[in-house]
């Protein structure tokens, strides 16, 4: 049953109340509104308009707007107020018992590799141990532990495995008739969108459209949209609109403001607070040692140390990823995140609740390519606490989708039968030649989608991809891009025996 708007927006505006009463942004504006009664032209008979018309003109309350317009990017829409909590997290029953027992998967994975290695999940630091951490805290990259033994909890091609298993149980052998003719390796019946959707969703990409990264490099003397692009961008930054650079963002960032611009889409301030509690998480990881730090280090070392772009970042790559490991804000991304942290018990105590805690503390597990999630954005923020403020907000808006198992449009599911419904339907010779040979075209594109194709594509063109990932707020145009490579590549694949050979 759908709500009347009113109710539904009033839900919402609910919603966003509390969730900004507890933020700092709530406590400044406090502050800002009690200074401001000395202010002379705060008047007492017209108190409360004036204060308005103050934190107005002194820009607080764009800082609130954007504030609230973050929430509306984050959160699902409200579900009808009858519906369990768990419909927020995941509407359809399979797909949340698929997560769950993936889950339990990785877990074991895990569960074994400590018992295989007999190293705990979690350790306090020695102090000269400590003290040496510290002292290379810059240069970790230098220190050459033996990681032989270790191995990554699992890869995205495990996970692909997963996938292809998912059935709906309501649609048994296939009965549902538009959906019998899906070739592909997903096989659970999702709405995505054709291609009409996708123009009409995507119609700043339109051929009439100007685009940063292609038309600033076209036959046309290039300033003329580059220098026009440039301007509105350095405007849309003076105005500091959170929507307004978003919008903006849909055609590509001049490589000069996309730092500034990214920041204030995701609403980063970089606020002392925020420096405060990044060196807080650093403490942390500092005093104590858990298995997960081991796993990160290997992840760096397989993935980034091996990149032309990304090895000199790894330094940061380290320091980042122990941190987000460390940080239990990132927990609250469960309440709309299909995915549950997992648990573990304190020695001796299995099974029993008061002795469960969230590990790692962060509730995610890391996975082999992991940290390319934050390599890119190495390229744009060289301080520390600010890099990890958007890499956070970047994976729970956005990366953690690509990891769990969901039925929401921007979902791995989503992305994996978009894509081959694209193929299927626009380039069914191609897509039927590439089934037959055992070269299936969802094999291939899965790795890029899961990485959000950090590490596929040059560090340029990839920073224009996730421009438009920002600009239009989903991951849909991962499968765009997917199916179109195999489009662009169309003439060679037809030519290819082997699934070797396609890759």
């Not at 339109?206 to 290039?222: C, E, R």
């Not at 990932?469 to 195999?486: K, M, W």
Request: aromatic fraction near 10%; hydrophobic fraction near 40%; proline fraction near 6%.
């Amino acid at each position: 049953a759908m709500l009347d708007p009113d109710s539904g927006l009033s839900l919402t505006i609910a919603r966003i109340v509390q969730r900004l009463k507890g933020s700092s942004l709530h406590s400044q504006l406090e502050r800002q509104a009690r200074v401001s009664l000395h202010k002379p032209e705060i008047k007492l008979e017209s108190l409360k308009e004036d204060i308005k018309d103050f934190l107005k003109t002194s820009g607080w309350e764009k800082k609130l707007q954007n504030a609230v317009y973050s929430e509306l990017n984050m959160f699902p829409s409200p579900c009808h107020p009858a519906a369990p909590p768990e419909h927020m997290k995941e509407p359809l029953a399979y797909m949340r018992k698929a997560q769950g027992s993936w889950e339990k998967r990785i877990l074991k994975s895990l569960n074994s590799m400590c018992t295989e290695l007999s190293i705990p999940l979690a350790q306090k630091r020695p102090v000269n141990e400590q003290k040496e951490l510290l002292n290379k805290w810059n240069e970790m990259g230098t220190d050459e532990p033996d990681l032989s033994l270790f191995r990554p909890v699992y890869a995205p091609k495990d996970f692909l495995e997963v996938l292809m298993n998912l059935r709906n149980p309501n649609y048994e052998n296939g009965e549902q008739p538009s959906f019998r003719n899906h070739l592909g390796l997903i096989q659970v019946p999702l709405k995505v969108k054709d291609i009409p959707e996708l123009k009409e969703d995507f119609s700043e990409l339109g051929l009439n459209i100007g685009q940063l990264g292609i038309d600033d490099s076209a036959q046309v003397p290039p300033e003329f949209f580059e220098n026009e692009h440039v301007r509105v961008g350095q405007k849309v930054l003076a105005e500091q609109d959170s929507a307004a650079a978003q919008q903006y963002v849909r055609q590509g960032c001049p490589t000069a403001l996309r730092a500034d611009l990214w920041a204030l889409i995701l609403n980063i301030s970089n606020q002392p607070e925020d420096i405060l509690y990044y060196e807080q998480l650093k403490s942390n990881v500092i005093q104590h040692d858990l298995l997960v730090d081991s796993l990160i280090y290997k992840d760096v070392k397989l993935t980034a140390s091996n990149d032309d772009y990304y090895f000199v970042f790894e330094d940061y790559l380290y320091q980042v990823l122990l941190c987000f490991s460390r940080d239990t804000s990132v927990l609250e991304h469960f309440t709309y995140s299909s995915a549950t942290p997992p648990k573990s018990y304190i020695r001796g105590k299995l099974g029993m609740e008061e002795y469960a805690v969230f590990y790692p503390p962060n509730g995610v597990i890391p996975f082999h390519g992991f940290s390319m999630y934050v390599a890119p954005l190495c390229f744009l923020y060289h301080e520390p606490s600010k890099l990890y403020q958007i890499f956070r907000e970047m994976y729970v808006r956005f990366f953690f989708r690509l990891h769990s198992i969901s039925s929401h449009p921007s979902g791995i599911v989503s992305l994996c039968l978009l894509f081959e419904t694209l193929l299927q339907t626009h380039l069914p010779q191609l897509f039927y030649h590439l089934r037959e040979i055992g070269a299936q075209p969802l094999r291939i594109s899965f790795k890029w989608m899961v990485r959000a194709f950090s590490g596929y594509l040059a560090t340029d063109q990839l920073l224009l991809l996730w421009d438009r990932i920002l600009g239009y707020n989903s991951l849909e145009i991962l499968a765009v891009l997917a199916a179109a490579v195999f489009a662009f590549r169309a003439v060679n694949l037809m030519e290819v025996t082997s699934l070797a050979a396609a890759e």
